[in-house]
């Protein structure tokens, strides 16, 4: 089996950087991705215990702070992009991570963000991503976490949302976009991890139907995961259905040993950084989330020192737990 290349991974995450202070035709092309892009470095560079010493937090700090929104206040992918549910999260997340010492997290703008994620909840219990009201499960999980690492959630808020995630539930055990659109495993992560936060998981009409439906998605001989019937697998998948089995404690359902094989047949040899299947080109979102799915596989080895290779990462946040046990204190929480 390959081995997995930790060194070349944190250099892969190095170049990125030096990619973009030469400004070349794909970081233009990747603008307003940039903050969800950061946010994936970070996980990365965390998860591989290298954080600061590679990226230090004054930068990106600074690089934050020139996202924010004053207008609608919240944070943009990139200096003078309007703000946006998504950039928002990755910021807060990111600012989270970074606080490794402190009790109590901090976040400038705190409560801006928290009216901006607040003001964009739908009657129905949705949230729109920004401005345009564009609907997705995606969105409530963003709001949801958010709110929850800011110690804001409250009653009203997440018993709509809730109730709008349970409407996107479907017959075969999976969840949607929206209400009828069909199962996906992205969305099944979403869903469940926004139950997860709220301690709703009791409200999934049938956990075993679920989960057969997230096992299924393993696709053989590869072992890697697909994210719906049919369909290739993909280095992103493994995180999007192991988080969800994980927080479900059904993560034995799938062969292990086989999608390890796979996410390490997806990682460059040469430059480091992990690609959707094997031979493809690499990005710091397969990157990220191939990384974050290791992390959640038991049958890791060790390293020379007898610890851990990987930080263990939360399947509900996808964030280092030494982060996510600062804030899961909240009422919702399960624990
Ligand atoms: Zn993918």
Redesign the pocket.
């Known amino acids: 089996m390959t081995e997995f290349l930790r060194d070349k991974h944190i250099q892969y995450v190095k170049d990125l950087d030096s990619k973009i202070t030469q400004k070349s035709y794909e970081y233009w092309l990747s603008e307003h991705l940039r903050m969800n892009g950061l946010y994936w470095g970070v996980v990365v560079l965390v998860t591989l215990d290298v954080l600061e010493e590679t990226l230090p937090k004054k930068d990106v700090f600074t690089y934050i702070e020139s996202c924010w929104d004053s207008t609608q206040g919240g944070y943009g992918s990139f200096p003078g992009h309007d703000a946006h549910i998504l950039s928002t999260l990755s910021a807060i997340q990111i600012q989270a991570i970074y606080q490794k010492e402190v009790e109590e997290l901090d976040f400038p703008h705190k409560n801006e963000v928290v009216s901006y994620i607040k003001g964009l909840q739908r009657e129905n219990g949705s949230f729109q991503g920004d401005t345009f009201g564009e609907i997705d499960t995606r969105f409530t999980y963003t709001a949801i976490n958010a709110l929850s690492i800011l110690g804001e959630l409250d009653t009203e808020l997440v018993s709509k949302g809730v109730d709008f995630i349970m409407k996107c539930e479907n017959f075969d055990g999976g969840f949607g976009m929206v209400p009828g659109a069909e199962s996906h495993a992205a969305q099944v992560f979403v869903c469940v991890a926004t139950l997860s936060i709220t301690s709703s998981l009791h409200l999934i009409k049938n956990k075993e139907i679920l989960c057969e439906w997230l096992s299924e998605r393993q696709v053989l001989p590869s072992g890697g995961l697909n ?1 719906r019937p049919e369909k290739l697998p ?4 493994s995180w999007w259905v192991l988080s969800s089995l994980s927080i479900l404690d059904k993560l034995s359902w799938i062969d292990d040993k086989k999608l390890k094989e796979y996410i390490l047949g997806c990682q460059d040899e040469l430059g480091g950084g992990f690609c ?1 299947r094997p031979g493809n080109q690499t990005d710091v ?2 990157t990220c ?1 191939g990384i974050a799915g290791l992390s959640l596989l038991e049958s890791l080895e060790q390293d020379s020192a007898g610890g851990p290779v990987l930080n263990p990462v939360d399947p509900t946040y996808c964030m280092p737990y030494s982060t996510t046990k600062k804030f899961r204190k909240w009422p919702y929480d399960k624990k």
């Open positions: 994210g993909d280095v992103c998948y959707d979102f397969h989330f």
